[in-house]
């Protein structure tokens, strides 16, 4: 069986370029505005010497630790993930994973830092219940989903992603594909000074 390889990629494609990017009143922003408010946000922890946190679950964990290393290797600012072994087993343990990682940021997150969350439905408890804990912690927020249009999470943060598909792959690879664009931009800023 043969693989629709150019598809598959024209799809990957849309997923980008179709994403639906919201601000926290709700109004629609083209994709790149919303990119470079993404981009201003995350550059201004050059300034206040704040902190970028991202998280996610499964395959979105594994994006949220690859932007961190995009974010301190390439964008040279200080960047995190909240989801080491031991400490968000313990907050399950305790709290219930759907506290997990609010019970985490409630004790991380300061005024100014930045979270990044990302849920590929957008329906992830724990993590819609850390982008809550952060907004009353006076954090900023950016989130990423996909899946359905009405998903929890679309509508939580400063900046708001939604990538219009219901395939896993997709979803993760436009989410990939963002996050990668702000940390290459994070270089030109740094270059220009």
């Known amino acids: ?13 849309r997923a980008v370029v179709d994403t639906k990017v919201t601000d926290k009143t709700g109004t629609e922003l083209p994709l790149q ?10 550059n201004s ?34 960047a995190h993930t ?7 087993t ?22 100014k830092d930045i979270l990044i969350a990302i849920s590929s439905s957008g329906q992830s408890e724990n993590i819609i219940a850390a982008v809550e804990t952060s907004k009353s912690n006076d954090s900023t927020v950016i989130t990423l989903s996909g899946f359905k249009p009405d ?16 395939d896993y792959g997709i979803v993760e690879i436009a989410h990939q594909f963002i996050l990668h664009n702000i940390a290459d931009r994070l270089v030109e800023l740094q270059d220009s000074k």
């Open 90 to 111: 313990c907050m399950a343990n305790d709290y219930g994973y759907e506290n997990a990682f609010s019970n985490i940021v409630k004790y991380t997150l300061k005024p």
């Open 151 to 166: 998903n929890k999470l679309r509508t939580t943060g400063d900046i708001n992603f939604w990538s219009n598909s219901a």
């Open 33 to 42: 505005e919303g990119i470079n408010k993404s981009l201003d946000m995350i």
């Open 45 to 78: 922890i050059r300034e206040t010497q704040s902190n970028l946190y991202v998280i996610g679950n499964g395959g979105s964990a594994a994006i949220a630790s690859h932007a961190v290393i995009d974010f301190m290797n390439v964008g040279k600012i200080s």
């Open 82 to 88: 909240l989801h080491d072994s031991a400490t968000l």
């Open 1 to 13: 069986m043969e693989l629709p390889v150019a598809e598959r990629l024209k799809e990957f494609s």
